[in-house]
């Protein structure tokens, strides 16, 4: 069968970090992007020779070479953006989060449905190979039913260069926002989706979310999940020092991120970490050394600990502890790709489809409306984890 024909919306940090990924996949054929900064667009007809650029979306979205579109734009755009891509009978690959409303989210879903074409969330964690290694061994039953999940992170996210927007709750900024939307995720897929209430606190940092915890309840249990984007305190120390993407990571100082960032410069430094910042020309593929992952997760099952790490589960049980390997994707992220592709080309309902990634959704909104209003929120909108 012919490549998936991709046409890339938002040339940012997000393509940074996939591109090479898309561009290497067996199963896709980079052929257009679209960005309203001219210098993004000339780098990718240099790096991509062949790939059209469009100034617009909606341009994007008429572009006939164009099956499928990978939505990495800004997270306000992503429903005005899905919706027309649904119109213009393209299937989608949105970043999380998927939305900033429900309504919103509601609305790609339903558009996707109507179209009859594939919407599906990603890059999320709860794609990473280890989460799924874990969910397949919880969903086998041998460790009992899990009752308790803690997931713990501590990064510098808050002080890494952002746009005004990712520093305003009400466009989508904050932790909560950017980084519930992938904690949250993991934690749905390990108990199976769905989630009945959350409880939470956030602690504010630069004018909106820098920090939460918050107790989930699902069925036969509950979850812990705690987030700092403060930059002191590090939790890839717990991770052997291999960070979120992966690959080996230099520790980090408490407190460096804070002092590195020019608030007077943050436009600039923020693009400095996009796409077309470093020099021309695809990179050669590099299979992972280690998986993705997001901080400390402990599952506690009935008969078993699980531990996630860079390299596998960890299995802690009556008979002592072992590490159970989970294979690493032929490319980093590729987990996210091969699903996307499998949907639409092999006819393989994808577990983060819109519906999912609305459930994600509702429970980060019900996170910040528990933070709020000082009480426990009921969740109306989960689905179930679609095992394979
Ligand atoms: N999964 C991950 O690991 C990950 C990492 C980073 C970002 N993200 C997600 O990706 C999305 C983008 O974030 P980012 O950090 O890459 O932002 P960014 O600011 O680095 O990049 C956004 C890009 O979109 C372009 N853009 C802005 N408005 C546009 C429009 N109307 N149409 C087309 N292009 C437009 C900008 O010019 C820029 O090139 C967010 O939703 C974010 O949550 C995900």
Redesign the pocket.
């Known amino acids: 069968m012919s490549p998936l024909r991709l046409g890339v ?10 591109w090479p990924t898309l561009a290497h996949h067996p199963r896709l054929r980079l052929v257009a992007c ?4 001219p210098g ?1 667009r000339a780098r990718f007809v240099q790096d991509i020779p062949g790939a059209a650029a469009h ?3 909606e341009a ?1 979205c008429a572009d006939p070479e164009v099956e499928a579109i990978y ?5 306000q ?2 429903a005005t ?1 899905a919706i027309a891509a649904a119109r213009a009978g393209k299937h989608v690959l ?4 998927m939305a900033v409303t429900l309504a919103e989210a509601e609305a790609m879903a339903s558009a996707h449905a109507r179209a009859g074409t594939v919407l599906m969330i ?4 709860g794609q990473d190979g280890p989460v799924r290694h874990a969910r397949r061994l919880i969903a086998a039953g041998r460790f009992g039913a899990p009752r308790l999940i803690h997931a713990l992170a501590f990064t510098d996210f808050l002080w890494r260069p952002r ?1 005004p927007e ?1 520093l305003d709750t009400a466009q ?1 900024g904050g932790v909560v ?2 980084q519930a ?2 904690q949250l995720d993991v934690v749905r897929v390990l108990c199976g989706g769905r989630l009945h209430s959350v409880r939470a606190q956030t602690m504010a940092g630069r004018g909106t979310e820098g920090a939460y915890a918050a107790w989930l309840a699902f069925e036969g249990g509950a979850a812990t999940a705690t987030y700092s984007g403060f930059g002191r305190f590090d939790s890839d120390v717990w991770m052997g020092w291999i960070g ?2 992966g690959t080996p990571k230099t520790p980090t100082t408490p407190g460096a991120a804070r002092a590195r960032l020019d608030t007077a410069q943050e436009g600039q430094a ?2 400095a ?4 910042a470093g020099p021309p020309g695809l990179p050669a593929p590099e299979p992972p050394a280690h998986h ?1 992952q997001f901080g400390l997760v402990l599952v506690q099952c009935e008969r078993a600990d699980l531990r996630l790490t860079p390299d596998g589960v960890e299995v802690h049980d009556d008979d002592g502890l072992r590490l159970e390997r989970t294979p690493l994707p032929a490319l980093p ?1 590729a987990e996210v790709p091969d699903a996307f592709v499998a949907a639409i080309r092999d006819g393989v309902a994808p577990a983060h489809d819109g519906a999912w990634g609305l459930a994600t959704l509702e429970a980060c909104l019900a996170l910040l409306a528990s933070a709020r209003e000082g009480r426990e929120v009921a969740l109306h909108c989960q689905t179930r984890f679609r095992d394979a």
Do not use: C, I, W
């Not at 679209?34 to 900064?37: E, I, Q, S, V």
């Open positions: 919306a938002g040339l940012g940090r997000a393509f940074m970090l996939m679209a960005d309203p900064r993004a100034e617009t979306v994007l939505l990495a734009t800004p997270h755009h992503h953006q949105v970043e999380k989060p990603g890059h999320s964690h746009r990712e989508g926002f950017s939307a992938h979120e993407l923020k693009l970490r996009a796409y077309g993705n992220r």
